[in-house]
């Protein structure tokens, strides 16, 4: 038997469907491993794999089934922290979504499966064309996942399992996608070995293992991208702990007192900067004049700047707001406002339809926050601080326009009460470990009751507050300057990934198409002896 996959072979199903349906499903079980709390990021080049072979092979219809599988058992299961106070419709419906966008995005690989092989039926063709449109198309899916529908959810993206890895390191070079892009590449590289050695009798070539080779040398050992040293900036950071929840039960300003409450043990520590998180006060700071008064006695006694955050109204609009208090100045010297508000929770799209699907939970959202526009950046007496509330941290052109402003360091408010006894806090902080390393920059990401940790430009945790506790730590954060190519080239490495593999797939479709059209010119009988005659 011939060593090179035929075509025709290539294209065959390597599962019947009821098998690859329950292989889907496993591998999207599977993947939820990776991800906080269990973290087992190795596990991501056992899952991957297994969601690819379902593919290989797949018409169009049994492409978006394995896909909807493989979907249902990653978000079902993922997203369950959306069902901890509003019941099952959020979550059910947020996870049926997200799986029906991977089922979608599921056909586009099985035509790259059938496709490829009759297009480039070498070994260039096989271990490096096929799993780089492979890869590439997994990432125009998390792209998609990413901005459809209503802003896009970019939760699950295979970059964030890897938070805790030595991988991560990866994303200072290439951004999240690029990360992504490396893991699936290499996973679906294996996969093409070893059908190759299924194929064939006599031994792989040393070049048959290189691509795969390659990129896993290149996954573990790439060191993260140097930043320069800039000193570092004193940062007392707030978790007052306060009943910050949704439908938690408190009276008016119990959330300012309890983060007034909590500041008081560090009052009296030189600091340069005081970090509360979001919706660390519970009335309009713009507007209270009680509010107002005490912020600009805090910012007296504790003799630095304040970075605060409240719910804020201008006209007939409300916006989630950072914003940042000075003693004797008019205060806010600056505001940010949430640049991804969260559909379903800061806002209705579309309120008129889905009031009529489910009014009793449609109604709980009485407010319509505002999507800011302003540079998610601060300068606090010459040092940039970069901003993202709360979800905001999982959107990349946020991270990216708070570095390109000037960002030495970044402050992420957030506030996870509406998920207390859930994943939901470790999976975000994941989102925030990997920003420092793709950026080179230490965070702080500060929560209502936790989790709060500063992290190191090198990812490494350098403090921290028990969750679901009171509490206050003040902490020399490194500064760092100088912008790392995740940075610089993240998005165009984004782009040039996901709609580059969309372009590239269709035009080997139409090459494809053509070439089956194009019929095959008879050799004459006898043409060879008259050709001799």
Request: aromatic share 10%; hydrophobic share 50%.
């Amino acid at each position: 038997m011939s060593e090179r996959l035929r075509p025709a072979e290539s294209a065959r199903p390597l599962l019947p469907l009821w098998a690859a349906a329950v292989v889907a499903t496993a591998a999207g079980l599977v993947l939820t491993l990776t991800f906080p709390a269990l973290s087992w990021w190795p596990v991501v080049f056992v899952a991957v794999p297994l969601a690819l072979l379902t593919l290989v092979g797949r018409r169009t219809g049994g492409a978006f089934v394995v896909g909807l599988l493989f979907g249902a058992g990653l978000f079902f299961v993922n997203f369950s922290f959306t069902a901890r106070y509003l019941g099952p419709v959020p979550w059910i419906a947020l996870s049926a979504l997200e799986s029906v966008l991977t089922a979608v995005m599921a056909i586009p690989i099985a035509w790259a499966y059938r496709w490829m092989p009759r297009w480039a039926p070498g070994t260039a063709g096989r271990l490096i064309a096929l799993p780089a449109l492979v890869a590439g198309l997994w990432v125009s899916r998390e792209e998609l996942q990413g901005t459809f529908p209503y802003g896009g959810f970019p939760w699950t993206r295979i970059a964030v399992t890897q938070a805790d890895s030595p991988l991560v390191h990866v994303t200072s070079w290439t951004g999240m996608s690029g990360l992504s892009f490396l893991i699936v590449f290499a996973c679906a590289t294996a996969i093409e070995v070893a059908r190759r050695g299924r194929a064939g009798s006599r031994p792989l070539a040393v070049l048959h293992v290189l691509p795969a080779a390659v990129t896993v040398l290149i996954l573990f050992l790439l060191p993260a991208f140097p930043t320069t040293d800039a000193g570092s900036i004193r940062v007392g950071a707030v978790q007052g702990n306060g009943p910050a929840g949704y439908f938690d039960q408190r009276a008016a300003y119990d959330v300012f007192r309890a983060q007034l409450a909590a500041t008081r043990p560090i009052e009296d520590r030189d600091i340069d900067l005081l970090l509360w998180p979001e919706g660390g006060i519970d009335a309009d700071p713009l507007s209270n004049t009680s509010v107002r008064t005490a912020l600009d006695a805090l910012a007296d006694r504790v003799g630095a700047p304040l970075l605060v955050s409240g719910v804020t109204q201008r006209g007939d609009q409300y916006f989630n707001s950072s914003l940042l208090w000075k003693a004797g100045a008019q205060n806010p010297t600056a505001l940010y406002d949430k640049r991804h508000p969260v559909p379903f929770g800061e806002y209705v799209p579309d309120r008129w339809f889905y009031n009529m699907l489910a009014p009793d939970l449609i109604g709980l959202i009485q407010r319509e926050y505002t999507p800011g526009t302003t540079t998610p950046m601060f300068d606090v007496n010459g040092v940039g601080v970069g901003l993202a509330i709360c979800f905001d941290v999982i959107y990349d052109d946020v991270i990216r326009e708070g570095a390109l402003a000037g960002a030495q360091v970044y402050m992420f408010q957030t506030n996870n009460a509406d998920f207390r006894g859930t994943d939901e806090n470790l999976q975000q902080l994941a989102f925030a470990r990997i920003r420092a390393l793709e950026s080179g920059r230490a965070v702080v990401n500060l929560s209502t009751v936790g989790t709060s940790q500063v992290i190191g430009p090198d990812g490494r945790t350098i403090d921290a507050l028990p969750a679901d506790e009171p509490g206050a730590m003040v902490t020399d954060v490194p500064l760092r300057t100088g912008l790392t190519p995740g940075i610089l080239l993240g998005d165009a490495v984004q782009t040039l990934l996901g709609w580059g593999s969309v372009v590239a797939l269709a035009l080997v479709g139409l090459i494809v198409r053509r070439r089956a059209r194009t019929p095959k010119t008879p050799t004459p009988e006898g043409a060879g002896v008259e050709a001799g005659e």
